[in-house]
């Protein structure tokens, strides 16, 4: 399994980006999949998720702004980030769980400026 992340960029405050997230080796439709990022000088955190009941969750710092979706035909897995935000600056990686087990991307940067 390989996932290959990007869409990532510099963008100003407001603005939107949408990131992609290719696999290979599997398929996103029937797994939990999701998007994480790292800030700088912080801990990974979660940002969206689609479980593999299909439930989606999203933090609460990205509500209302980020969207989640996957295309089962191109087996990609995107995130739609709207309203930037200095604060969204991280890398953003890309997960999938199968089988118990967590493949992860490469990570896209991200940098959102004010």
């Known amino acids: 399994v390989q996932l290959q992340a990007s869409g990532g960029g510099l963008v100003r405050a407001g603005g939107s980006l949408k990131l992609s997230c290719a696999a290979s080796?599997?398929?996103?439709?029937?797994?939990?999949v999701g998007w994480y990022r790292q800030p700088p000088g912080k801990q990974r955190e979660v940002v969206a998720r689609?479980?593999?009941?299909?439930?989606?969750n999203y933090a609460d710092a990205v509500k209302g702004r980020f969207t989640i979706s996957r295309d089962i035909r191109q087996n990609t897995l995107y995130l739609q980030m709207n309203s930037l935000r200095p604060e969204d600056t991280a890398i953003y990686s890309c997960?999938?769980?199968?089988?118990?087990?967590?493949?992860w991307g490469q990570g896209t940067q991200v940098t959102v400026s004010s």
């Open positions: 997960m999938l769980i199968k089988n118990r087990k967590e493949y």
């Open positions: 689609i479980s593999a009941d299909r439930t989606t």
């Open positions: 080796g599997t398929t996103f439709g029937l797994n939990a």
